[in-house]
C-alpha cells in the first residue's frame, strides 16, 4: 500500500480553480530554495490552491503486519449533535501520539479540535492497522493515512451536503465543523450544514477513491505543524483521574504478584506456600510454568503467584514463600568478566558488515592511527509506571486490560496462552505510564491472563513491584565498540574501522549465533555519514545470557556514543575546531549511496525505502549548523566549562545537539543548557517535539552518568531507584532549547521519540571533555569528574 | 471504629495498620490517582498530604495516619484549579503523566509552606520525585509560575 504524499505535476485535476491564478511549480522552486539554503521555505498560495492532489510516497508501513488502514468508517464516528469521536490506534507512553494522529483527521476533515473526543482502540490490527507503538514509526508511518482518512471523511460530508443542495460537491466547503455553500464565484455564502446535520447522509456513502482525494496545503492547516495543541488527557492527568493500567477495577478483583527465577531460565524446585497462606488477605497461590522454548520470545518467566485482597497482602505473602530455584546455565554470567571477554574480542577482525575501498591499506599507509574502545552496560527502561495488567475470564472470553505499546502482538498470545481463538481475547489498552521499550513485550500480560485462568476466570492485577522491572527485564544490550581511525600525512582521515561487540535484540527471537542483525547495523554503525574512503564495519560474537530488549534509541547509545566521542577524539588529537571536524568527515553535499559505500545487500533504512528516505548529508549538516548557532558555539566560556556537540541521522530524522558543561569546584558536572535541532520533515505538533527533546536529553543525562545493570551469578545486582539510578531535579539539563526545522512542503516525515538520545550522549561526553579535558570511555561514566 | 480523613471524608479502617497508607487508599477507597512507583520511598509517585505535609503514602502507614487528614490528588482541588495543576496545564508539563500527581502533590506542599521559593529551594524539595520522561525542566518552571500566581 503506498502511503506517500508527493505534489502530482501532471495529472493534478483541476478542482476548484475557481479564482486560480498562474500554477507555480511549487516543487521545483521549493526543491531549488532546498538545496541551497536547507531551511524554510514559503510560497504563497492562491485561495484555489487551498487544496492539492497528491500522490501517497511509500513507507515502511508496507512491511509491517497488517501495514495501514485509512477507512473513515474505522476511524471517525459523528453524533447527531455534531460530537466527533476519533480512534487513536497507537498506544500512548507520553509522546503525544494519542492526540497527534487524531489531531491530523480532525484538520483534514475540517473539523473543530474543541468538539473531538478521543477513543482509543483494542488490540485489533486487522481493523486499524498496525499497533507496534515503537521504533518512532507512529507519526512516519500514519501521518498518510491519517491524513487521507481525514480527506475522505471530508469530501463525505461536502458529498452529503451536496446532496441536500443539489449542487455540485465542488460549491461545498468543509470547515470549521461544517459545509458552507460557496457562491459561483468561490466566495463562502451564508448557508451552512453542520458536522451533525450531514453526519447520517455522508456515513452511508462510499469511502472516495483515493486518486480522488484533494488534500489541505500547508497554508490551509489548522492543526498540522501549528503551535501548542495541549494532549487530550491533559486535565485528566493533572488531577489524577488518567486511566493507567493499574487503574482498572472491576468488581470482585484480587489483587496478585509474582515470584520469578531471579536467573534467566532458572526454575522452581520446590515451593512451600504454608506461610504465605496464612498472612491476612492472602486468598491462593499457584505456580506458573515458564516458557521453556528458546528462543524465549515475550514468553512468561514463570514462579510463583501469590493473589490476596489488596496489592500488600499479595506482597506480603509473597515475602513469605519458601522456593527453592535451579538456577539453570545462565547463573555463569558476570558483567565484569563478560566485559572483558567483549574487550578481547573487539580487539580481533570480526564478521566483515560493510567494507568500502582499501580499509587494509590505508591502515597500513596511515602516519599515525587513533584506537579507542567505547564500553557501556545493560540498561534497564524502568518507566514510572511498573509493569501491570488487569484480566478476568468470563464464559470462555478473555477480557484484559493493559498499559501495552504493541496490544495485537499480545492479544495473539494471550489467545494462545490461553488455548482460546483470538476472537474470544480483547485487550483494552489503557495509558502507559512510560514505555521505552519495556512494554512492547508482553510476559506481565500473558501473566495476568493466566492467574485469572488458573482462579477460574476471577479478574485479577498483576502487579510488579519497581524491583521485579528492574531484575527480570528486557534489557538494554551491553556493548564494547571499538573505533580506529587511520590518519595520514596531512591530518586527513584516510580510514575508519568500527568493531561492534554486543549481544543482539535478535537472540530473544530467534537462535542465538552471538552476531547482530541487520536492524542494529543500521542503527549508526554500518550508514555513518563519514567521507571517508576506505571503511570497514565489523561484528564480533557476543552471547546473550540475559533477555536483550528495547530501550529508547536503542542500538543507536552504544554506536552513537562511540563514534560521535571518537570524532571529539580526533579532533583534539588533530587540533581541529570538534564542529568543523565534524562537518569535514561529513563532507560534501549528498544523498549517500549504499552500494557505492559497501552498505550491506540487506542494509535497513529503520525499515522506510531508501529511496523516499535517503540519508541526506545537507540535512545533517543544516542541524548541526542550527545547533551550533544557537548555542553561540565558538564563544569564550569561563575555567571547567565547555561544550560539546554530536549529530546523527536516524528513524528518518536529522539531530544534532550541543551541550554545555560546568564543572563545579567539587567536580560534580552540571548541564546549564542545551541546544538540539531536529529536521524531521513534516510534523504535527511542535510543542510535544519540544517536549520528547527536553525529555530525551534528560534520558541521553540518566544513560550519561548513573544507569547501569550489572550481573552477578547470573542475577541483576540492582533493585530499585536505589541503586539504578536516574537523573532527578538535582542534576538535569536544566534548559534544553529545541529548534525544530521547517523542512520544505513534501519533506517525508521521520521519526521523533527515538532519535533525540544518542547524540545527545554524545555531545554530553565531549562537552565534559571540553569542560576537563577527562574523556568518557565507559557508559554509565559517574556525575562527578 | 478508627478513621482517617480522606479528602475531607471520615473512611473506616479496620485491617492491618501495617499497611502502607498508599494501598488503603488505592485498593481500599479506589483513589487510584495516588501511583506505586518503588514501594521505596524513592521517587514521589505515591506523594499525598498528611496534615498538609507532603508524605511517600508507600512509607506511611495507615496506623500513622489514624485520626489524622489526609489529602490525596482527587482531594486537592475539586475541579482541578489548584494553582499548581493550572501551571501545569499552562506549561504542559505531563508526557506519560504517571509521576504527575505525586509531582503536584509535592509541589503543592512546597508552595502552601513557601510561597516564594527560590530555585534551589524548588530543587531541594523535587528532588525526591522521580520523572522517566524528564519533565524537570517544565516542572521547574510550572512550579515558578504556580508560586507567582496563575
Redesign the interface.
Known amino acids: 500500500m503506498l502511503q506517500y504524499f508527493e505534489k502530482e505535476q501532471e495529472s493534478a485535476p483541476k478542482l476548484r480553480a475557481l479564482s486560480a491564478i498562474a500554477k507555480v511549480d511549487r516543487r521545483s522552486v521549493l526543491n531549488g530554495m532546498f538545496a541551497a539554503t536547507g531551511m524554510l521555505v514559503s510560497v504563497r498560495v492562491s485561495p484555489a490552491e487551498a487544496l492539492e492532489h497528491l500522490v501517497p510516497y511509500p513507507t515502511g508501513a508496507a512491511d509491517m503486519p497488517d501495514k495501514t488502514v485509512a477507512d473513515p468508517h474505522v476511524f471517525v464516528a459523528i453524533d447527531p449533535d455534531g460530537l466527533v469521536s476519533i480512534v487513536a490506534h497507537r498506544s500512548?507512553?507520553?509522546?503525544?501520539i494519542r492526540t497527534s494522529l487524531p489531531m491530523v483527521i480532525c484538520d483534514e476533515m475540517g473539523a473543530n479540535w474543541e468538539r473531538v473526543r478521543i477513543v482509543q482502540a483494542p488490540g485489533d490490527e486487522p481493523r486499524y492497522g498496525n499497533q507496534d507503538t515503537d521504533g518512532s514509526r507512529s507519526t512516519r508511518h500514519f501521518i498518510q493515512p491519517m491524513r487521507q482518512c481525514g480527506a475522505a471523511m471530508r469530501q463525505m460530508l461536502e458529498a452529503a451536503a451536496a446532496a441536500k443542495w443539489g449542487v455540485d460537491a465542488s460549491l461545498c466547503r468543509a470547515k470549521n465543523h461544517q459545509v458552507i455553500l460557496l457562491g459561483k464565484d468561490g466566495s463562502e455564502t451564508s448557508t451552512a450544514l453542520g458536522f451533525g446535520d450531514l453526519a447520517a447522509g455522508a456515513m452511508a456513502l462510499p469511502v472516495p477513491a483515493q486518486d480522488t482525494l484533494l488534500y489541505k496545503t500547508p497554508s490551509e492547516f489548522t492543526l498540522i505543524g501549528k503551535g501548542?495543541t495541549?494532549?487530550t488527557?491533559?486535565?485528566a492527568?493533572?488531577?489524577?483521574?488518567?486511566?493507567?493500567g493499574?487503574?482498572v477495577?472491576l468488581p470482585g478483583m484480587k489483587?496478585a504478584v509474582m515470584s520469578r527465577p531471579v536467573v534467566l531460565g532458572g526454575k522452581v524446585k520446590k515451593y512451600d506456600a504454608v506461610k504465605a497462606l496464612k498472612v491476612?488477605?492472602v486468598e491462593a497461590v499457584h505456580e506458573l510454568a515458564g516458557n521453556e522454548t528458546i528462543p524465549r520470545k515475550f514468553g512468561i518467566l514463570g514462579g510463583i503467584a501469590v493473589v490476596g485482597?489488596?496489592?500488600?497482602a499479595a506482597?506480603r505473602g509473597r515475602d513469605a514463600l519458601e522456593i527453592e530455584w535451579d538456577d539453570g546455565p545462565n547463573v555463569s554470567y558476570d558483567s565484569v568478566a563478560f566485559d572483558k571477554e567483549m574487550t578481547a574480542t573487539a580487539s580481533q577482525p570480526g564478521k566483515v558488515i560493510r567494507n568500502q575501498g582499501d580499509p587494509d591499506s590505508a591502515f597500513a599507509n596511515a602516519k599515525e592511527i587513533f584506537s579507542a574502545d567505547y564500553h557501556a552496560q545493560h540498561m534497564v527502561q524502568?518507566?514510572?509506571?511498573?509493569l501491570v495488567a488487569v484480566a478476568r475470564i468470563v464464559d470462555g472470553k478473555a477480557e484484559v486490560w493493559a498499559p501495552a505499546q504493541s496490544p495485537y502482538g499480545a492479544r495473539k498470545d494471550i489467545a494462545a496462552a490461553l488455548k482460546m481463538p483470538i476472537e474470544n481475547v480483547t485487550l483494552h489498552v489503557t495509558?502507559?505510564?512510560?514505555?521505552?521499550g519495556r512494554k512492547s513485550a508482553w510476559d506481565f500480560i500473558i501473566e495476568a491472563a493466566l492467574v485469572s485462568q488458573k482462579l477460574g476466570g476471577t479478574p485479577v492485577l498483576m502487579?510488579w513491584?519497581?524491583?521485579d522491572d528492574i531484575r527480570h527485564g528486557y534489557y538494554h544490550t551491553v556493548s564494547v565498540e571499538r573505533i580506529e581511525a587511520a590518519i595520514d600525512g596531512s591530518g586527513k582521515v584516510t580510514g575508519w574501522r568500527h568493531r561492534t561487540v554486543a549481544p543482539s535484540i535478535i537472540s530473544t527471537f530467534k537462535e542465538d549465533d552471538g552476531y547482530s542483525f541487520p536492524i542494529e547495523y543500521g542503527m549508526g554503525f554500518v550508514n555513518t555519514p563519514f567521507e571517508i574512503p576506505n571503511v570497514r564495519c565489523e561484528n564480533g560474537k557476543a552471547m546473550a545470557h540475559t533477555r536483550i530488549g528495547w530501550f529508547r534509541s536503542v542500538s543507536t547509545i552504544p554506536h552513537t556514543f562511540a563514534v560521535q566521542s571518537a570524532v571529539g577524539e580526533l579532533a583534539h588529537k588533530l587540533g581541529r575546531d570538534p564542529k568543523d571536524f565534524l562537518l569535514e568527515l561529513i563532507g560534501s553535499d549528498r544523498k549517500l549511496d549504499p552500494k557505492a559505500l559497501g552498505f550491506p545487500n540487506d542494509f535497513w533504512n529503520y525499515g522506510d525505502p531508501y529511496d523516499a528516505f535517503p540519508i541526506d548529508t545537507a540535512r545533517l549538516k543544516n542541524v548541526i549548523n542550527l545547533a551550533a548557532a544557537k548555542a553561540g558555539w565558538g564563544k569564550t566560556l569561563p575555567e571547567r566549562q565547555g561544550l560539546g556537540i554530536a549529530a546523527h541521522c536516524a528513524w528518518s530524522s536529522y539531530v544534532a545537539t550541543v551541550v554545555h558543561v560546568a564543572i563545579d569546584a567539587d567536580g560534580k558536572i552540571r548541564i546549564p543548557e542545551a541546544t538540539t535541532a531536529i529536521d524531521c520533515g513534516l510534523y504535527i505538533n511542535p510543542?510535544r517535539i519540544r517536549?520528547?527533546l527536553?525529555?530525551?536529553?534528560?534520558?541521553a543525562t540518566s544513560n550519561t552518568f548513573y544507569s547501569g545493570i550489572t550481573f552477578k551469578r547470573g542475577a541483576v545486582e540492582q533493585s530499585?531507584?536505589?541503586d539504578y539510578n536516574?537523573?532527578?531535579?538535582?542534576n538535569?539539563?536544566?534548559?534544553?532549547n529545541v529548534h525544530i526545522v521547517d523542512a520544505p512542503a513534501g519533506t517525508h516525515t521521520g521519526g521523533v521519540g527515538e532519535p533525540g538520545v544518542a547524540p545527545f550522549v554524545g555531545a554530553l561526553c565531549n562537552a565534559i571533555f571540553a569542560a576537563s579535558q577527562k574523556r568518557v570511555r565507559s557508559l554509565p561514566a559517574g556525575d562527578t569528574i | 471504629m478508627p478513621t482517617i480523613s480522606i479528602n475531607g471524608e471520615n473512611k473506616n479502617f479496620s485491617g492491618d495498620p501495617d499497611m502502607p497508607l498508599l494501598w488503603f487508599v488505592r485498593d481500599g477507597l479506589n483513589l487510584t490517582g495516588t501511583k506505586f512507583g518503588c514501594g521505596a520511598g524513592v521517587c514521589g509517585a505515591c506523594t499525598v498530604h498528611v496534615d498538609g505535609v507532603a508524605v511517600r503514602s508507600c512509607q506511611t502507614t495507615v496506623g500513622q495516619a489514624l485520626g489524622k487528614t489526609v489529602t490525596t490528588i482527587e482531594g486537592l482541588s475539586t475541579t482541578g484549579d489548584h494553582p499548581v495543576q493550572r501551571a501545569w496545564r499552562q506549561l504542559n508539563v505531563p508526557q506519560c503523566g504517571f509521576c504527575q500527581a505525586g509531582q503536584i502533590m509535592q509541589a503543592a506542599a512546597l508552595i502552601a509552606k513557601n510561597p516564594d521559593p527560590s530555585d534551589a529551594q524548588i530543587v531541594e524539595v523535587m528532588d525526591g520525585n522521580i520523572c522517566r520522561c524528564g519533565c524537570y525542566q517544565r516542572i521547574h518552571e510550572a512550579i515558578r509560575l504556580a508560586a507567582g500566581g496563575v
Open positions: 500512548e507512553m507520553g509522546t503525544g501548542a495541549p494532549i488527557d491533559l486535565r492527568i493533572t488531577m489524577g483521574k488518567a486511566g493507567y493499574a487503574d477495577r489483587y491476612p488477605g485482597n489488596s496489592t500488600y506482597m524502568a518507566p514510572m509506571e511498573p495509558l502507559l505510564g512510560g514505555g521505552f502487579q513491584t519497581r524491583e510543542e517536549a520528547q527536553e525529555g530525551a536529553a534528560v534520558m530499585n531507584f536505589t536516574v537523573a532527578r531535579m538535582s538535569y539539563p536544566q534548559k534544553v
